[in-house]
């Protein structure tokens, strides 16, 4: 089946740096893109709507300027938490479509964001 | 708006026994899809069924199945036998709107974690 590789899977970063996460869609083209979180025993939440060559889609309360989100090609995007603090630890996991099937999407094995 | 409801935080059951993880859901459209996912320890999410809403079969894979009514808009999972191996958080998420450009959304209900004892 389509597979979904995000990098890192886990990654610790001091306050004020930014770390870049990136989700690839290994054997399809996908032109959507959704990134999640989710924090400890809680559902996933919905960040953001990657599309490629276009402007991504935040949703409520998520801050554009703080999580950058960049869908360059149809194989990655590429969600960039910048100025990081600690409440800003948590899973990150990405979701790709392959637009060639009927709403399936798979997912990443998501990046586990530790802030100290 | 839609929502996803898993009203079963956690369950735990001794291996062999069947479970069955409930989810009712909401929406005003008429074409949806309803999906299942495994959270295992390890974070990744593993897709398990994808469902639409003009299919009411139910459908049963291996030690899985899954009973989807529509009149109480529900769509249930059961695991028959169960193993250790299934003990994970499991999501049930609905799509409520599939558009001709390709992008859509899932909400996801907030989880039902299951323990399966030896």
């Known amino acids: 089946g389509a597979v979904v590789s995000q990098h890192p899977s886990r990654v610790i970063c001091k306050s004020g740096t930014s770390v870049k996460i990136e989700c690839r869609s290994l054997?399809?083209?996908?032109?959507?893109m959704f990134w999640y979180r989710q924090f400890p025993k809680k559902s996933l939440m919905l960040m953001a709507t990657?599309?490629?060559?276009?402007?991504?889609?935040?949703e409520q309360g998520v801050e554009k300027d703080k999580f950058l989100i960049n869908h360059a090609s149809l194989t990655l995007s590429t969600l960039t938490v910048t100025s990081a603090h600690p409440e800003d630890s948590s899973f990150y996991i990405c979701?790709?479509?392959?637009?060639?099937?009927?709403?399936?999407?798979?997912f990443g094995q998501g990046t586990r964001l530790t802030v100290v | 708006a839609q929502k996803v409801t898993q009203a079963q935080t956690e369950i735990s059951v001794v291996e062999k026994e069947d479970v069955t993880l409930d989810c009712v859901y909401e929406?005003?459209?008429?074409?949806?899809?309803l999906f299942w996912y495994k959270q295992p320890p390890s974070g990744e999410l593993v897709f398990l069924i994808r469902r639409n809403s003009f299919d009411e079969q139910n459908e049963i894979s291996g030690r899985y199945s899954w009973n989807f009514q529509k009149s109480t808009s529900s769509f249930n999972f059961t695991i028959t036998a169960s193993q250790v191996v299934d003990s994970a958080v499991y999501f049930c998420a609905l799509s409520e709107t599939y558009s001709g450009a390709g992008s859509y959304q899932l909400t996801f209900g907030k989880g039902t974690k299951l323990s399966v004892i030896p």
């Open positions: 054997d399809f083209q996908a032109t959507t």
């Open positions: 929406t005003r459209d008429t074409t949806y899809y």
């Open positions: 990657s599309n490629e060559g276009s402007k991504a889609t935040y």
């Open positions: 979701s790709a479509r392959d637009r060639r099937l009927n709403t399936e999407a798979f």
